[in-house]
């Protein structure tokens, strides 16, 4: 099993930054990819960024050149930076753990609110 929990949610103002944090406990090892997907209650759950155990970057063309995610293997940790803030940027933020087998792990989400 995978425990994920998110940090680093808010009320930011359009075109400000927030950087989310995701610390990953348990079999850390059998993750291959880590990464972030956002869910609004019109449009369901989106892939936001992810990044693989090699550092490969996946990004939503939405948030590409905005956001960025990086992940620190030795300590267990993914983060999304985002700038440029956009209202529609404005969901709850899913930290997402894909294993090499199996189902994928969730945090149980952050909120992120941008104001316009």
């Known amino acids: 099993q995978v425990e994920l929990v998110e940090s680093g949610g808010g009320l930011v103002q359009v075109g400000g930054s927030l950087r989310l944090s995701c610390a990953a406990s348990?079999?850390?090892?059998?993750?291959?990819?880590m990464g972030w997907y956002r869910q609004v209650p019109e449009k369901g759950r989106e892939l936001v960024a992810t990044?693989?155990?090699?550092?490969?970057?996946n990004y939503a063309d939405s948030v590409k050149g905005r956001f960025t995610v990086s992940r620190d293997n030795a300590l267990n940790l993914v983060y999304l930076q985002m700038n440029s803030l956009k209202p529609e940027d404005t969901a709850v933020y899913l930290c997402?753990?894909?294993?090499?087998?199996?189902?994928?792990?969730w945090g149980q989400g952050t909120q992120v609110t941008v104001s316009s």
């Open positions: 348990g079999r850390v090892h059998s993750l291959s990819v």
């Open positions: 997402y753990g894909g294993p090499f087998y199996g189902s994928p792990y």
């Open positions: 990044i693989s155990s090699r550092g490969i970057e």
